[in-house]
């Protein structure tokens, strides 16, 4: 691990005025995937601007009937919070399908969003990464692909997003609130937070330069069937192979949103009304631009049995 300086923001304002104006500068709040790319030297800040201590930890309700989650609330409380279980079960249910306890105990739902990609070439070192050292090249593009993306990547990079929590968000419409050095704020829905990778695969989010995330929001609480289905290699402390974060209406109506698939929770709302006619009709379009290698094109079959499997346990509740 490099040598790095250490200090800690009075307040969100001054937290983005100093990582916009030290280059290299990052935040710092839980750590539990900075710090590891930290002792890789994949990531090695100059500078860690701490923001455990702005008081971005409540879990408000809001004007509208949703939520306001503090960037600082840890993931083992979200995940418990009694109005999250009642009228967002989904995410309750993909917080605790990630990760482990110990984990959740300290991740943050700000960091949490901002978790970087598990590609075994982005963590080695020795490997081509665009997504590490921009320009250097993709070595999973022809190389060990089975837990890569499958659609939305580019001839650049097929990382994928990994996490879970944002899947429940993008199903849920949630939108990202943030701060800039100076002062302005604005929301971020979560559709758009999450960038495609393109032609610049170093740059996972929208988020400027030293722009910090103080909460995010929830809607009013959508009725209906609330569902996270992970498929994993092992039953615990592993990534998504493939994800689906549902909300099952009575009227058999519903909102799908897929994980480990895409740089970014995939969600094709078209694809919804097609819910009535099975999981093969809705996967069909969410997945009509897909480019899976040889090694991950078993996902998009993946993808749909888990789909169906999520629709006929939602029908089984609501009959």
Not at 63 to 86: C, E, F, M, P, Y
């Amino acid at each position: 691990m490099r040598a790095f300086t250490y200090t800690r923001a009075k307040d969100p304002v001054e937290a983005a005025q100093i990582v916009a104006r030290e280059p290299g500068a990052k935040f710092i709040a839980g750590g539990t995937n900075l710090l590891d790319l930290m002792k890789l030297e994949i990531e090695t800040p100059s500078v860690l601007v701490d923001v455990q201590d702005l008081k971005l930890d409540t879990i408000d309700a809001t004007d509208d009937g949703g939520l306001r989650i503090g960037a600082l609330v840890s993931n083992t409380r979200l995940a418990a919070d009694k109005r999250v279980r009642r009228d967002y079960a989904v995410l309750t249910r993909a917080i605790v399908a990630g990760a482990s306890g110990q984990l959740r105990n300290k991740a943050t739902t700000a960091g949490n969003l901002l978790q970087r990609t598990r590609c075994p070439y982005f963590y080695d070192t020795n490997m081509a990464c665009n997504k590490r050292k921009p320009g250097s090249g993709c070595a999973a593009i022809g190389g060990y692909s089975r837990q890569l993306g499958v659609i939305g990547t580019s001839d650049a990079c097929i990382a994928t997003y990994p996490g879970d929590m944002a899947v429940a968000l993008r199903v849920l419409d949630a939108g990202v609130e943030t701060v800039r050095g100076d002062g302005r704020r604005r929301t971020i829905p979560i559709a758009d937070f999450h960038r495609l990778w393109g032609d610049h695969p170093e740059r996972d989010t929208v988020l400027e330069n030293g722009e910090l995330i103080t909460a995010v929001t929830l809607p009013k609480p959508p009725g209906g069937v609330h569902l996270y289905r992970k498929v994993r290699d092992r039953s615990s402390y592993a990534f998504a192979l493939v994800s689906v974060a549902a909300v099952v209406a009575k009227d058999g109506s519903g909102r799908f949103a897929f994980g480990g698939v895409a740089p970014k929770p995939w969600r094709v709302e078209a694809a919804e009304q097609e819910a009535a006619r099975g999981a093969k009709a809705v996967t069909a379009q969410v997945f009509a631009d897909a480019r899976p290698t040889k090694e991950n094109a078993f996902k998009l079959t993946l993808a749909e049995r888990a789909l169906a499997s999520v629709i006929d346990e939602a029908r089984e509740q609501t009959a």
